[in-house]
């Protein structure tokens, strides 16, 4: 399908991929800028949620990559909802394949911007704790929690899957935004990798423009993180909130009217 694209709408495709790593990498949910782009030009919303989820890895692996190489993420400390999630995406993105087209082109716009909408009002939390919680039989709860719901919605829809680990741990650990973003990524990575390899059993991913996207998401996300690291995460959101909406209510409107 690739070639058959105007070069201006592959242009803004990479534009909006790039946007959407970095952004992602900093705050999370890069994805509700991608899956509305990958809508906009025409796919069925089971092959964009799919191409998103090969694109997204691309980028959800630098990421994770980048805050593991700073100490930001510990494997071993997280293995329960590394579990969780992937249970959670696989059961996910088998129900996906059940839903009518019809129903998840009037959904998803529904689901971005009610991810928007919560994004911009729900107050971020405190959190200053550079430390691990304590390692006890409700850390695991927790985690089995996070990981089964995340990862299933993750596995369902996906746009503003890592805002949402992001802000959770925050709440729920009582960790910073750093270590809580670290966990993010490595989480949001485990279910778009296991959501990935059930779109493709399935059919449901266009290879061309996922890898095209990816790559830009890739850079992104390197960029982003880095700059995550170095400056934190609040000079993204009043833009990231602004782009969100406006491409939200286009969807919307094209899905509806």
Not at 26 to 43: Q, W
Not at 191 to 219: K, P, R, Y
């Given at each position: 399908?690739?070639?058959?694209?105007?070069p201006?709408?592959?242009?803004?495709?990479?534009?909006?991929?790039?946007s959407?790593?970095?952004?992602?990498?900093v705050?999370?949910?890069?994805?509700?800028?991608?899956?509305?782009?990958l809508?906009?030009?025409?796919?069925?919303?089971?092959?964009?949620?799919?191409?998103?989820?090969?694109?997204?890895?691309?980028?959800?692996?630098?990421?994770?990559?980048?805050?593991y190489?700073?100490?930001l993420?510990?494997?071993?400390?997280w293995?329960?909802a590394?579990?969780?999630?992937?249970?959670?995406?696989?059961?996910?993105?088998?129900?996906?394949d059940?839903i009518?087209t019809d129903?998840?082109?009037?959904?998803?716009?529904?689901?971005?911007?009610?991810?928007?909408?919560?994004?911009?009002?729900?107050?971020?939390?405190?959190?200053?704790?550079?430390?691990?919680?304590?390692d006890?039989?409700?850390?695991?709860?927790?985690?089995?929690?996070?990981?089964?719901?995340?990862?299933?919605?993750?596995g369902?829809?996906?746009?503003?899957?890592?805002?949402?680990w992001?802000v959770?741990?925050?709440?729920?650990?009582?960790?910073n935004?750093?270590?809580?973003?670290?966990?993010?990524k490595a989480?949001?990575f485990?279910?778009?990798?296991?959501?990935?390899?059930?779109?493709?059993?399935?059919?449901h991913?266009?290879?061309?423009?996922?890898?095209?996207?990816g790559?830009?998401l890739?850079?992104?996300?390197?960029?982003?993180?880095?700059?995550?690291?170095?400056?934190?995460a609040?000079f993204?959101?009043?833009?990231?909130v602004?782009?969100?909406?406006?491409?939200?209510?286009?969807?919307?409107?094209?899905?509806?009217?």
């Amino acid at each position: 399908m690739l070639e058959f694209m105007d070069p201006t709408a592959i242009a803004i495709l990479a534009l909006v991929a790039f946007s959407a790593g970095f952004i992602d990498a900093v705050a999370g949910g890069g994805g509700m800028l991608t899956v509305p782009a990958l809508l906009s030009i025409g796919l069925p919303p089971h092959v964009a949620l799919g191409t998103n989820k090969l694109s997204a890895t691309f980028a959800s692996s630098t990421a994770a990559v980048t805050y593991y190489r700073k100490k930001l993420f510990s494997p071993e400390f997280w293995k329960h909802a590394f579990i969780a999630t992937f249970i959670g995406a696989v059961l996910g993105t088998l129900l996906v394949d059940y839903i009518s087209t019809d129903w998840l082109e009037k959904a998803l716009p529904l689901v971005i911007l009610a991810t928007a909408v919560y994004t911009i009002w729900h107050p971020q939390p405190k959190a200053d704790n550079h430390f691990l919680p304590k390692d006890d039989v409700n850390l695991n709860k927790k985690q089995w929690g996070q990981g089964l719901t995340l990862g299933f919605y993750d596995g369902v829809v996906g746009p503003g899957t890592g805002a949402f680990w992001t802000v959770s741990s925050m709440s729920l650990y009582k960790m910073n935004i750093l270590l809580s973003s670290g966990l993010a990524k490595a989480m949001n990575f485990t279910s778009n990798i296991t959501s990935l390899v059930t779109f493709i059993v399935l059919g449901h991913v266009n290879w061309a423009i996922g890898l095209t996207m990816g790559v830009c998401l890739m850079f992104g996300a390197y960029l982003g993180a880095n700059s995550a690291i170095k400056f934190g995460a609040k000079f993204i959101r009043p833009v990231f909130v602004t782009v969100v909406v406006v491409l939200a209510v286009k969807l919307a409107y094209s899905a509806w009217f």
